[in-house]
């Protein structure tokens, strides 16, 4: 059934029809293409980008939690002038901090170790825009002085979103996004938690989008 659905989406693509993988909460197994991207996040992100082109805010672009880079492939194809910052151990979460949501949170994580630095970069548009910050966030910031105009948080567990919306945040360019990852996704109740806490004791608004995981945004 998935191989005629998949058959079926990439067919439609081509002339730009969509089937949307369901939100990972909701039960509708609906199916999304072209590489498996995420549409919605995908077009919010360009018209993210857009705005930030049109306001000409200044800043760097970052992602927290790049992985294998699928996400940090598209904000690097939509900021073609902007220096981004990729931030993961690229070895996989933290122990302790897993073990800490693991607890708080009952949640199973996937490992997140099979990746490297050289593959990612191979799959960026523009890789000498790229500066790769291996290690343990927020460890890896520490000779860091720079603002930001667009930020994306995907690192699923409480402790790095804090930290992570702890350094970025006042770091924001006015007009500039934060995109946080699983904000909606019951898989990662640490990510809700972190997102409510910090918004609320920083007096910060934010909207929830439908994407795949159910991301949130921070502007400013
Ligand atoms: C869900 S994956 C990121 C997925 C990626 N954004 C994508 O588009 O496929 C989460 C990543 O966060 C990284 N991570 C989690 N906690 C971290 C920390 N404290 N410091 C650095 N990287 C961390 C993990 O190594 C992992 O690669």
Redesign the pocket.
């Known amino acids: 059934m998935k191989f005629l659905y998949r058959s079926f989406s990439k067919l439609l693509s081509r002339w730009n029809f969509y089937f949307i993988r369901s939100l990972l909460y909701d039960p509708k197994d609906r199916i999304l293409l072209k590489e498996n991207l995420d549409f919605v996040r995908h077009k919010i992100l360009e018209l993210c980008s857009a705005e930030i082109d049109k306001n000409k805010v200044s800043g760097d672009v970052a992602?927290?939690?790049?992985?294998?880079?699928?996400?940090?492939k598209e904000i690097n194809e939509v900021f073609p002038n902007k220096t981004f910052f990729l931030?993961?151990?690229?070895?996989?979460?933290?122990k302790k901090?897993m073990e800490k949501d693991q607890q708080q949170f009952g949640t199973n994580y996937q490992c997140?170790?099979d990746?490297t630095i050289e593959l990612v970069r191979k799959r960026m548009k523009y890789p000498d825009l790229c500066v790769f910050k291996k290690?343990?966030?927020p460890d890896?910031t520490n000779d860091m002085d720079n603002k930001f105009c667009f930020v994306?948080i995907?690192?699923?567990?409480y402790?790095?979103i804090i930290?992570g919306l702890n350094f970025f945040y006042p770091r924001l360019e006015k007009n500039g996004y934060i995109f946080v990852?699983d904000f909606n996704n019951k898989e990662f109740k640490g990510a809700r938690t972190a997102v409510i806490e910090y918004c609320l004791q920083n007096n910060i608004g934010y909207v929830p989008i439908p994407d795949v995981s159910g991301s949130v945004i921070i502007t400013k």
Request: glycine share 12%; proline share 3%.
């Open positions: 992602e927290l939690g790049v992985y294998k880079g699928d996400f940090a931030f993961d151990t690229f070895s996989g979460f933290d901090e997140f170790s990746t290690g343990y966030f890896t994306s995907d690192v699923d567990l402790d790095p930290n990852h």
